[in-house]
């Protein structure tokens, strides 16, 4: 439920993000430099200097299991039975 950012030089964890109520199953980071996280049904949008979660997108039915942004920043989400994109 909880994503944590480590120093890979040190080994010293930085920052633990807390908010997502299931398994965390995907990260990915956009173009603001912001960390991107999908759990069940739920996509939340987190500020990497704060830890602070900006946002939080619903939409999915299922888990969603993979998430990427383009050049466009656009975000594009699956889950079991559909695909998403996000502006």
């Keep these: 439920h909880t994503i944590k ?4 030089k040190t080994g010293e964890c930085k920052r633990t993000l807390i908010g997502h109520t ?7 980071i956009n173009s603001y430099n912001q960390l991107i996280s999908s759990s069940f049904q739920t ?5 990497m200097r704060t830890g602070e979660c900006k946002q939080t997108l ?15 920043n656009e975000l594009i989400s ?3 039975k559909e695909i998403m994109i996000w502006n």
Excluded at 5 to 8: A, G, L, M, R, V
Excluded at 22 to 28: G, H, P, Q, Y
Excluded at 58 to 72: Q, W
Aim: a neutral charge; proline letters at 0%.
């Design 5 to 8: 950012i480590w120093n890979t």
């Design 22 to 28: 299931t398994t965390v199953f995907s990260l990915a």
């Design 43 to 47: 996509i939340k949008i987190w500020d």
């Design 58 to 72: 619903t939409g999915h039915y299922g888990s969603v299991f993979s998430l990427l942004t383009n050049k466009e």
């Design 78 to 80: 699956s889950s079991y």
